[in-house]
């Protein structure tokens, strides 16, 4: 069942606490990456109303998408994403209404997933390239990085 | 036959159809073929039979630039010449890089690919070589080993092809000990061009040895393959009768100089550790086809752009060759996140590290250049000063290649590509080399107030004077411009034949 927006934001305000523990990953030097300080949150703090809506509960479908992957590693890239590209919370919350309207409309977990897939390939094919730390990844990867690092941690 | 100038009377005056000052890859390749049309050649050598401190001295002079050029470690001041110490990458340059390209201002050569290709087959055999064939593709089914499954809107596969390397000094010096029409002077520098009168051809070489003895040649042609620093040295320093020296009457002699900048970890890719990359990390020998031609070769994949993906988007040519990386040694470069990212590739892990490194093409760029000094070597000659540049939109161009050979590996599913960005997000590699390609400074044009030499490399200026070097390439594409060099000599010597009675 889909959190509410009021849910949705606990868990991402105790999401961030994990991401800054979860941020620094095997190497304890993500935050030397991009961040000013080691005391900073990453991810701006969303207010309920900018938060997308969809079918699907969203962390779900985020966990799903990572599947297998370490949770810390996803957490980290997603983290540097937002410092690059999204760094404040206007810039977050449409970064995270664009992912999520690739699958906001859909009911099965399997088509929202495979969406997701054949967005990834898409920005490839149309060389939509986010450059997080120099490596270049799609777009809707980079973004679901995000997404994950918020509601999931 | 060989013999040397220091036992010639001071004075002397040698005679021949036509006398090649340089005797490396393009000058041996020209004698070869010169003797092969009936002529009788005199070529000319700096250096002996072996590297000689006094004679590598004369190479000195000054780099500035943006980057670092070694100019004594780099090319080889004797017989053979920088063959000696060649690494024996060839391949032939793509179409592309012969065509006039609107997003490289002064692109295009005055010949084609079309009309250089019977001679890169000699090249092939010149060099010790496969056949004239690089399709990734055929070599990969023949080897059973993949190359990376691009889709020819993103990315490419490119092959080059290993020489042994073909030491030119050594693996011909009997065939032209033995030849009769073919003379080589050794321990013999070129010091003058003089020209004839009225300035429209020379008259003769002015040549001198270390020791002080002073002889002349004089022929019905004359060829320099000096090699891109020395040529444009030596036009530009014969300036007794035209002030700025040989010709140079379009003030290109010296302009232009390009190098293939090789950007050394310019990239990484992260794969899972099932992808096969050996076609890529390592030497293979395989059979190559070129019509009626079989011929064994070694090779070696690498990653690039075909010439419509990098016409479709106004790039410049570069491949990446790619080697194992590793994770810890190249943190300094590729920063913490690589582990991280690798759970993109590879959830749960099981993924590798691959090292690009880079070989670039450059624009022509008539500020980057070679000038005389006012410092003179052992022959009272005038050192060179190289000023080689690297535009920013060299290096934008390959941040632009990249990001699409990135976007095609993505696609493929297979991996991710990291590039070095400063915080602009400008390419900004951590290492800057030099390829030892000294290419442009006597380039080729059709319009004489564009360049020094015409389509059949006969100097602009002149009746009777020819280039044979890398110094005459209008655009370098990518490929290591060896191959090239000797399929341009192939061809010279089959005009001069045809042009000679």
Same mark, same amino acid.
């Given at each position: 069942m889909k959190p509410s927006r009021r849910e949705f934001l606990v868990l991402t305000l105790s999401g961030l606490g994990a991401v800054m523990v979860g941020a620094?990953?095997?190497?304890?030097n993500i935050a030397q990456d991009?961040?000013?300080?080691?005391?900073?949150?990453?991810m701006p703090d969303i207010p309920d109303e900018q938060m997308p809506d969809a079918r699907l509960d969203i962390a779900q479908v985020a966990q799903a998408w990572f599947e297998g992957a370490d949770a810390a590693a996803i957490v980290a890239v997603g983290n540097v994403y937002v410092q690059r590209f999204a760094p404040d919370e206007d810039a977050v919350a449409d970064d995270l209404a664009t992912v999520v309207a690739i699958f906001a409309?859909?009911?099965d977990l399997t088509e929202a997933l495979e969406a997701l897939d054949a967005a990834v390939i898409a920005d490839f094919e149309a060389v939509?390239?986010?450059?997080?730390s120099g490596w270049q990844l799609a777009r809707t990867e980079a973004r679901m990085c995000s997404l994950f690092a918020q509601a999931v941690g | 036959m060989f013999e040397d100038?220091?036992?010639?009377?001071?004075g002397a005056i040698l005679q021949a159809d036509v006398c090649v000052a340089g005797a490396g890859a393009a000058g041996i390749t020209l004698a070869r073929g010169l003797r092969d049309q009936g002529l009788r050649v005199i070529l000319l050598e700096s250096g002996g039979l072996d590297l000689d401190a006094a004679t590598q001295d004369l190479y000195s002079g000054s780099a500035v630039g943006t980057a670092p050029i070694d100019l004594t470690g780099?090319?080889?001041?004797?017989?053979?010449?920088s063959t000696h110490w060649w690494a024996g990458w060839c391949r032939a340059l793509d179409e592309d890089i012969f065509e006039a390209r609107?997003?490289?201002?002064?692109?295009?050569?005055?010949?084609t690919r079309q009309d250089l290709l019977p001679h890169y087959r000699q090249a092939h055999e010149s060099c010790q070589i496969g056949a004239f064939e690089y399709d990734p593709d055929a070599v990969s089914e023949r080897l059973g080993r993949p190359v990376l499954p691009f889709e020819p809107e993103l990315a490419a596969n490119v092959i080059y092809q290993y020489s042994p390397p073909s030491n030119f000094g050594a693996i011909y010096r009997t065939e032209l000990n033995n030849a009769d029409d073919i003379n080589v002077v050794l321990n013999?520098?070129?010091v003058n061009i003089a020209l004839s009168e009225d300035g429209a051809s020379v008259a003769r070489f002015e040549c001198a040895t270390l020791d002080g003895t002073r002889f002349s040649v004089q022929a019905d042609r004359y060829v320099m393959a000096l090699g891109g620093i020395e040529t444009p040295r030596m036009l530009l320093a014969?300036? &007794?009768?035209e002030s700025a020296g040989v010709g140079n009457s379009s003030d290109m002699?010296?302009?232009?100089?390009?190098?293939?900048p090789h950007f050394y970890r310019g990239g990484f890719l992260l794969l899972?550790? &099932?992808?096969?990359?050996s076609l890529y990390t390592s030497r293979h020998d395989v059979m190559t086809r070129d019509g009626d031609v079989e011929r064994q070769a070694r090779v070696v994949a690498a990653l690039g752009l075909s010439p419509a993906l990098r016409r479709q988007h106004g790039l410049m040519a570069l491949a990446a060759t790619v080697s194992r990386g590793d994770f810890n040694a190249s943190a300094d470069v590729i920063g913490p996140l690589a582990r991280q990212v690798g759970e993109l590739v590879k959830p749960g892990g099981g993924f590798s590290l691959y090292s690009l490194d880079l070989r670039v093409e450059q624009a022509p760029n008539p500020d980057s250049r070679i000038t005389l000094t006012d410092a003179r070597d052992a022959l009272g000659i005038p050192r060179i000063e190289l000023n080689w540049l690297i535009q920013d939109e060299d290096k934008e161009s390959v941040r632009r290649t990249l990001e699409l050979i990135g976007a095609g590996l993505g696609k493929t599913g297979q991996g991710r590509l990291w590039m070095p960005l400063d915080n602009e997000g400008r390419y900004d590699p951590p290492f800057t080399n030099e390829g030892c390609h000294h290419m442009g400074t006597t380039r080729m044009s059709a319009d004489p107030s564009e360049g020094v030499v015409d389509a059949n490399l006969k100097?602009?200026? &002149?009746?009777n004077l020819y280039i044979a070097s890398c110094?005459?390439?209008?655009c370098g594409g990518f490929a290591n411009p060896t191959l090239t060099i000797v399929a341009l000599a192939h061809r010279l010597a089959q005009h001069l034949a045809q042009e000679m009675p």
């Open positions: 620094c990953g095997d190497d304890g991009n961040t000013p300080n080691n005391d900073t949150p990453f409309e859909l009911e939509e390239i986010a450059a997080v | 100038a220091r036992d010639l009377g001071d780099c090319r080889a001041r004797f017989f053979g010449g609107d997003w490289v201002p002064r692109s295009g050569w005055p010949i013999a520098n070129l014969s300036n &007794t009768q002699v010296g302009r232009c100089f390009m190098e293939h899972p550790e &099932t992808v096969d990359m100097v602009h200026d &002149t009746d110094s005459v390439f209008p």
